[in-house]
């Protein structure tokens, strides 16, 4: 029941920047901040981005986001090996009583 | 440092009810919301609902018609009950925390666990 739509895929090698983005509508990303979380297989999600471009303490500055009209945007630079993983955008959605709702994730590899 | 850990039955059959339960350790339990999202196996996350140390509950609502969470304050515990089950219900499910700001990061994470509904 995914409102917000992300590329299944993304790819680069060591060091280049790759770019996800997020998708949603006036009712979720349009009128509230976006979230990113990173998850690898086997374990549970970790928050990487919050309020659209916030970095929780201990996330390396090369992960960065940004949000522009009912769009999202995840970015790694330099990226490095271990940066392979899915990622999520998320965000609260006003219609109805209001829920959470995420995107359809990404998985970044490395090449 | 804020610990969550969870847990509860592994292995169901349809029509089932299934329980899970996440206990929160370390940093304040009642100035929070608290979630459940699960993730079928394969697949992508979907917000299952909230709740706060009042009782207070947001559902996601494609399930609220089987979602019930509830609260024990005096033990800083949250709960998931999801009733009828079928095998469409099958993932791991996670416990987290509703981090301050409008944006409602999901900040600490529950380990996660797999429910399997099967006949």
């Known amino acids: 029941q995914s409102v917000l739509t992300q590329p299944p895929s993304a790819s680069g090698t060591p060091g280049q920047r790759v770019t996800i983005s997020c998708s949603g509508s006036?009712?979720?990303?349009?009128?509230?901040?976006v979230n990113w979380y990173q998850q690898f297989p086997g374990t549970a999600p970790k928050l990487l981005i919050y309020s659209n471009n916030q970095r929780p303490s201990g996330v390396p500055d090369r992960f960065s986001g940004s949000k522009s009209g009912t769009s999202a945007s995840l970015a790694i630079s330099g990226l490095q090996s271990e940066d392979e993983a899915d990622y999520y955008c998320?965000?609260?959605?006003?219609?109805?009583?209001?829920?959470?709702?995420f995107g359809t994730g990404t998985k970044v590899t490395v090449l | 440092q804020v610990q969550l850990q969870q847990w509860g039955a592994g292995l169901l059959k349809p029509s089932e009810t299934l329980s899970l339960t996440c206990a929160v350790y370390g940093g304040s339990f009642s100035g929070y919301y608290w979630s459940w999202i699960r993730q079928p196996p394969g697949k992508g996350l979907e917000w299952i609902g909230e709740v706060n140390h009042s009782g207070n509950t947001n559902y996601n609502p494609s399930l609220k018609s089987r979602v019930t969470i509830s609260v024990d304050t005096s033990k800083n515990q949250l709960s998931l009950k999801l009733s009828s089950v079928t095998v469409a219900d099958t993932a791991v499910f996670y416990c987290?925390?509703?981090?301050?700001?409008?944006?409602?990061?999901?900040?600490?994470w529950g380990q996660g666990t797999l429910v399997t509904v099967s006949s």
């Open positions: 987290a925390r509703v981090g301050v700001g409008a944006a409602r990061p999901l900040d600490y």
């Open positions: 006036s009712s979720n990303i349009g009128s509230n901040a």
């Open positions: 998320a965000a609260w959605d006003d219609s109805l009583n209001g829920f959470y709702v």
